[in-house]
């Protein structure tokens, strides 16, 4: 995403938030006009300063946690192509998702999931499609 910019989070985030929304970020200043020329409440996390927890409710460590798994997962492997890196997610995801069940349970449905549809993807079709989420 590189740096964080108002414009930036308006494209990445923008219609996935409306005026019912509580945004909670950290201290970057681009999410606070953001959320301040948008209406939407906005609560802003400085760790520098030790507060980790608004009103008991509002944190980013979920956000944390999650980027955390990421890096782990991502440095396994060393290093990845950007261009690949959108198949990676998903391959961490899929497995991130499925962290409480068994390792040979995870296998088997991996294995069994990928046999049981036509593979009609190419290369190029599956390079240049789009990831989501």
């Avoid at 209406?39 to 008991?56: A, F, M, P, T, W």
């Avoid at 990928?114 to 079709?125: I, N």
């Amino acid at each position: 995403m590189g740096r964080v910019v108002k414009t930036k989070i308006g494209k990445m985030i923008g219609s996935k938030l409306t005026t019912d929304n509580i945004l909670v970020t950290d201290a970057w200043r681009g999410y606070k006009t953001y959320a301040k020329e948008k209406g939407i409440e906005h609560y802003r996390i400085k760790s520098n300063d030790g507060k980790h927890v608004i009103k008991g409710l509002y944190h980013i460590q979920n956000v944390n946690d999650l980027h955390s798994r990421i890096k782990q997962w991502i440095n396994r492997f060393k290093s990845v192509a950007t261009k690949y890196l959108a198949n990676y997610l998903a391959w961490f995801l899929f497995v991130d998702s499925r962290s409480n069940e068994s390792t040979r349970h995870n296998i088997k449905e991996f294995l069994l999931s990928s046999l049981a549809l036509e593979m009609t993807d190419t290369y190029d079709s599956l390079r240049l499609s789009k990831f989501s989420i």
